[in-house]
């Protein structure tokens, strides 16, 4: 369907975000482009460039990839990919790109029935896939299975969720109990663990929050004091054993509808949905900024979201501005985070291209 | 948090629907029953009664399974179990109930983690998750092992997705190859296959379909003369090997934005929503009813949902009420199904509990 460049204004769908960012895609799909550019745009993400290039008759998978190797703009590479015809020529541009770039790939027709698709679609012929994801992972290229991971490694390799580095999970505001454990299953379920805090962070909580009807020891659900409720969070973040903070935002404190009478909130809905989450940016990344922990964000849905007067949209957006990740679920937060320490394990020799460059607007390449 | 019963007009939390329908819950999280009844009441399901009883201190799960087992107005069961207390009690009424009813039990703290979250919550003990599991399947009760898992379940216990008996799948209507073929990967992944189609079948459709741009041979991705469309679809539900269709409503054919200009489509955009899932809902309903394929509804969502101006809100509902079920994505919809046909296999020698009550308002006890 042709070439989508932000800053020369050109685009091959109508509605794609104007602003340029450091994403690079390239999609053997029109519709399936249109569902990364437009659906990452809703969660902040930008591009700098995206081909849609179809069957490839003229330009490969190859002349793109290292297109994206030498462009400054470019610090991420997503793509769907259905087939590949030149294997080696592919494979050597796909190591050089993932030396330098964060490079995503969803490959099409990865079963019978889906390769059978992909040939009538882009004539592509299957090939094996074991070969396709050895080499993604010799090359130090991440592998997504699905769309939505896709889009959930994008933004977790733009933000600090990259910085993940061992497999403890502090889970902070669910504002729930049953949420928290669903929550808690979901994470142990990826291979990532929810464990209980030292007694030294437990017993400083204990301090200000009531033992009834509250729980401390991880998952965290706990109304304290709003004056307080800066400190448990570090508190929790530096707990021993903690790797990364997943948290849904705790503004508003405790969680309450919109109140049409506030003197505090006298805005619609969306203002006050546009300032809770520029609270919850803040909120999380000065977690993060202080602590040195990576902050996960977790996005609330149905009831609780309008029950706490969110906007996901803008929430998602403003996080990832700051440098933090949404997940529209535990679960996908954890499969992300788990995925990213695979990633980061078979990356052992390679350049380290997890640098500290979170804000989107950077062009610069990792060093 | 108490009992929500709409007939007597009660509610634990605001904005629950005042129409009874046939769902009883049972619940030991608020928060939980809270996402439940929210979440599925914006899929079009409607309750008997739900029951948020946390930790059961008085009533256990096993009284609330004997009036539901007993209950006129509830077809289906619906639980959020954390712990049990009395294990042979429970397991006695799960039998019964699951007998005369279709249930569906999600467990809280199936892992570690989850478990010691679950005791924090209700002070639930663990116990073998196995002999839970074990459980329910010789009751003939089917488990969930999500939150997404138990809202998809019910909605496909309550719609014709239940009817479904093997394994090959028809997928039409993506309006998109890629779509096409990462829905086929999301398929087989589930246990379930596309098969190709019979010649006859494929002779047929190419009658009025061109062979360019065009594929007919499953998945369909094709764009016959709207006067054809409903006799394509009907090929195709009724070609060999083929036990169930997969479609995204196929309204305003070929897709294309809402125009404002258009005479047939003075409306507004909330307007036109309605109307094309209506629309949507007698498209899928008649093509069931005609062909006696069941028919599984998938969503767009994202760029693709906006350019065809459908409110997914608006076309779960109205497809609900035809007795049809609409699942978030495909792979959504083929994990429910790969679940369902799991659920009757173990149900061997067990009433059938899955007759043709496909309207949400039946209060008939199946028989």
Chains 1, 2 share one sequence.
Not at 39 to 68: C, E, I, P, Q, T
Not at 301 to 310: E, K, L, N, S, W
């Amino acid at each position: 369907m042709g070439l989508y460049v932000p800053s020369s204004r050109l685009a091959f769908m109508s509605g794609f975000p104007q602003e340029s960012g450091n994403v690079f895609l390239l999609s053997q799909s029109g519709a399936n482009a249109g569902e990364i550019v437009g659906g990452l745009a809703g969660r902040g993400v930008r591009f700098s460039k995206a081909v849609s290039y179809g069957n490839g008759a003229d330009l490969k998978a190859h002349d793109f990839l290292d297109y994206a190797t030498a462009d400054p703009e470019s610090d991420i590479v997503a793509a769907y990919i259905e087939g590949v015809q030149d294997g080696r020529a592919f494979f050597d541009a796909l190591k050089r790109c993932a030396k330098v770039k964060r490079v995503i790939i969803l490959k099409g027709g990865r079963t019978a029935s889906g390769s059978h698709a992909a040939h009538s679609h882009t004539g592509s012929l299957a090939g094996s896939i074991e070969v396709f994801d050895a080499a993604c992972r010799q090359a130090g290229a991440m592998r997504a299975e699905t769309m939505d991971e896709l889009h959930d490694l994008v933004v977790a390799a733009a933000t600090n969720t990259r910085h993940v580095t061992g497999r403890g999970v502090a889970l902070v505001g669910g504002a729930g109990g049953g949420f928290a454990v669903l929550s808690a299953d979901a994470i142990d379920r990826e291979g990532l663990t929810v464990p209980k805090l030292d007694k030294a962070a437990v017993d400083k909580m204990r301090e200000y929050i009531p033992v009834a009807g509250s729980s401390v020891n991880n998952p965290i659900d706990a109304f304290p004091p709003e004056d307080r409720l800066d400190e448990m969070l570090r508190t929790v973040a530096t707990a021993n054993g903690i790797d990364m903070v997943f948290m849904s935002p705790m503004t508003g404190w405790p969680p309450r509808p919109p109140q049409k009478s506030d003197p505090e909130d006298p805005g619609t809905s969306s203002d006050r949905g546009q300032k809770l989450a520029e609270k919850a940016a803040v909120q999380m990344k000065s977690l993060a900024d202080d602590t040195n922990t990576p902050v996960v964000g977790l996005l609330r849905t149905g009831r609780m979201a309008q029950m706490m007067g969110f906007d996901n949209d803008a929430m998602s957006e403003a996080a990832y501005r700051a440098g933090i990740g949404m997940f529209s679920s535990t679960a996908r937060a954890a499969r992300t985070v788990s995925r990213m320490i695979e990633w980061k394990g078979y990356r052992e020799g390679l350049p380290d291209i997890f640098g500290d460059d979170d804000s989107e607007s950077s062009s610069e390449v990792p060093s």
